[in-house]
């Protein structure tokens, strides 16, 4: 090993220690043995950009690319920089090399379907989502959702059959899906040991039993686009508009978000597809997310037509994020949290008759500022300080109801969670809110 392997060595085991000062006085020096050395020039670029100083990082990313035209990651870290720059099309650009040298580059993927949906091409958009699908659960399985695949809750076992059972009960293949339904049920009693919602490892064995089915979207139902509009045409936009320009910082809330059409078919892709796969994120819950099975024509042309429909509450601001979260215990609510961006729409899809509390079940909004330079951690680690610091804050609250078809759209980094929960108990009946969130915190799209 020469001497300026050493260095190298040395500096990327800085790197990794996040002792990036100490890492970027090492790399100048290889620099100044060997200019034209890609990996060192690439990795100065990384400490520079997260330093805030992107144009800089932008000139030893190209340095990188021009000492090795392929190298993937260089041309997706100066991407990444161009973003964040608003430079949106040369980033646009930057992704499209990437996946071009790497087409297995998931993150390339995930932000070019941002992008392109923010082009208004939903099309292109779909296609990139479809491939971060692929490479979490498809035949290019890149590793993304292994842990998902070898461990479980019972809760979610039992959502799964009372899923197939759904199915079977509509004739779509009655005979596969009883006998997964009793499969599922099966594991499911052999962990009757653990509390509903205690994430347990499969072991090899079980997962054998469960096969190719188990979180994977080996069923997913066609929600396209619907001809005409999807979100209902007669919203009073200046009313919705002056609500939340009104309540300070943003709150306003609107029934029959969704047309007729739009809504029966959100709610069979929902109810039917296997895409239920993030059973960890919070107890008593199953997640979707638009990058692992939620994203479908239906679902970004919403999204498009809500923003056109109230330009004076979304502004510029694009797509950042679609989730769904479903609860599966039916007295489970989603405590008190904020969201990273800028404007949230929060709607609801189950109906009615399920609610067994019709004043209860929808949203609680605190209008109580969030304090200056607030982080964002996460779900777990957040909720004791929010409950400190809205100890004294219940005269700023505000409480939606839950229907059917409702939204609410309120400033995203608002703290907000569920009113209180009691639905019906069954497969159909299980809650299920839908939310868009639109900005960033960092550049918008």
């Known amino acids: 090993m020469t001497d300026i392997d050493a260095l190298i060595g040395q500096a990327m085991e800085f790197h990794r220690a996040g002792k990036l000062a100490a890492a970027g006085k090492l790399y100048q020096t290889v620099l100044e043995a060997r200019p034209k050395h890609a990996g060192v020039l690439h990795n100065l670029g990384v400490i520079t950009a997260g330093t805030g100083r992107g144009r800089d990082a932008i000139g030893y990313f190209d340095r990188a690319i021009a000492a090795d035209p392929t190298y993937a990651s260089a041309h997706f870290n100066k991407a990444v920089a161009l973003r964040a720059l608003g430079q949106l099309d040369a980033a646009l650009a930057g992704y499209g090399r990437t996946v071009a040298l790497a087409p297995e580059h998931y993150q390339a993927h995930l932000a070019l379907g941002f992008l392109w949906n923010a082009r208004g091409r939903r099309d292109r958009a779909l296609d990139h989502f479809a491939r971060t699908l692929e490479l979490r659960r498809g035949e290019d399985d890149i590793g993304l959702a292994y842990k998902s695949f ?51 490892r499969l072991g090899d064995d079980r997962i054998a039993r469960l096969g190719a089915t188990y979180n994977a979207p080996f069923h997913v139902i066609d929600a396209p686009e619907v001809p005409g509009p999807a979100v209902n045409p007669a919203l009073d936009a200046a009313a919705i508009t002056r609500a939340y320009q009104t309540t300070a910082p943003g709150v306003a809330w609107l029934d029959d978000l969704l047309t007729e059409r739009a809504l029966a078919l959100l709610q069979r892709f929902l109810l039917q597809s296997t895409i239920w796969f993030d059973y960890a994120h919070i107890g008593g819950f199953l997640a979707a997310y638009l990058e692992d099975g939620l994203a479908s024509p239906l679902i970004l042309q919403i999204a498009d037509e809500l ?86 804050a219940e005269d700023s609250k505000i409480v939606i109801p839950y229907r059917e078809n409702r939204a609410v759209i309120f400033a995203s980094r608002l703290f907000h969670g569920s009113d209180a929960v009691s639905f019906a108990p069954g497969f159909e009946n299980q809650r299920i809110n839908v939310t868009l969130l639109f900005g960033a915190s960092g550049p918008d799209l």
Do not use: C
């Open 150 to 200: 070898q461990s479980t809750t019972r809760a979610k076992l039992r959502h799964d059959a009372g899923q197939f059972r759904y199915l079977a009960s509509l004739g779509k293949d009655p005979m596969r899906f009883e006998t997964l339904a009793r499969l599922y049920e099966g594991v499911e009693h052999d962990l009757e040991g653990n509390e509903p919602d205690a994430v347990v």
């Open 307 to 392: 923003r056109g429909a109230l330009p004076d509450i979304f502004k510029d601001h694009a797509l950042t994020q679609i989730w769904a979260f479903k609860a599966i215990g039916a007295q489970q609510g989603i405590d008190l949290h904020a969201d990273d961006g800028v404007v949230s729409v929060n709607f609801w899809v189950t109906p009615d008759q399920a609610n067994l509390a019709p004043d209860h079940g929808g949203l609680a909004v605190y209008t109580k500022q969030t304090p200056e330079g607030w982080r964002l951690g996460s779900y777990d680690d957040d909720r004791a300080a929010i409950r400190a610091y809205l100890a004294d």
